[in-house]
């Protein structure tokens, strides 16, 4: 099982610029959501989808947008980049929402607003 | 929101050593789970704790959930230099979503 697959791994956007970062799993896990790593900040949730159709905001979901058409597929939508938008973002999914069920990652995109 | 502090921010030690990581929060957990980050990839899972004074043990790595469920702690014996990476702490409670601690990034001095 390839897991969570994240694509880019990197990217560099122009202030103003929107881009998708791109989230798929292949375990048929009904929970996906969107993180963003920045130092001394931990891991905070932007976004969350308990399954196909449904969203929900996280801790910090301003200039993002998401969607869940399918069940495999989470894309992360940067509506009109900011230099503040700099950080690391990672997917993750679990089985479902409590139960504690672990959460798998994806590796990362590194985003840079310049 | 519930905020889960971790201790020490940083550790550097020789390889050989014992250490221990400490996670705790002033509300009490459902459960704990305890991740390992390495640079430039997703934080992985290493165990999950959900009973009070629950005991798990991973190799070289013991988990401990404290009574009252408020705090946790890793411990790490004869460390190694695949020891090194940033260990993080996570909750969720009452169902809602994985809130995560700001993490120990460890080092292991071969």
């Known amino acids: 099982n390839a897991g969570v697959t994240q694509t880019p791994k990197f990217q560099v956007l122009k202030t103003g610029q929107s881009m998708t970062l791109q989230c798929a799993q292949d375990?048929?896990?009904?929970?996906m959501s969107w993180y963003r790593q920045d130092p001394g900040m931990g891991l905070r949730l932007i976004h969350y989808?308990?399954?196909?159709?449904?969203?929900d905001q996280g801790e910090v979901p301003n200039g993002y947008n998401v969607s869940r058409s399918t069940t495999e597929d989470f894309p992360l939508r940067l509506l009109s980049a900011a230099p503040s938008q700099t950080s690391v973002y990672f997917c993750?999914?679990?089985?479902?929402?409590?139960?504690?069920?672990?959460?798998?990652f994806g590796s990362g995109t590194r985003l840079t607003v310049v | 929101t519930q905020l889960l502090e971790q201790s020490p921010q940083f550790l550097s030690i020789q390889e050989g050593e014992n250490l221990t990581v400490y996670c705790n929060s002033s509300?009490?957990?459902?459960?704990l789970q305890w991740y390992r980050q390495e640079p430039g990839e997703g934080p992985v899972l290493l165990v999950t704790?959900?009973?009070?004074?629950e005991v798990k043990k991973l190799k070289r790595l013991t988990f401990q959930f404290g009574d009252a469920r408020k705090d946790s702690s890793l411990h790490i014996t004869a460390a190694q230099t695949g020891d090194t990476g940033l260990y993080l702490c996570a909750s969720e409670v009452g169902n809602e979503k994985l809130t995560f601690g700001t993490g120990t990034r460890l080092t292991i001095i071969p």
């Open positions: 704790v959900v009973t009070g004074g």
């Open positions: 993750a999914s679990s089985r479902t929402l409590g139960g504690n069920y672990g959460y798998t």
């Open positions: 509300s009490v957990f459902s459960s």
């Open positions: 989808s308990v399954g196909a159709g449904i969203t």
């Open positions: 375990m048929n896990h009904e929970y």
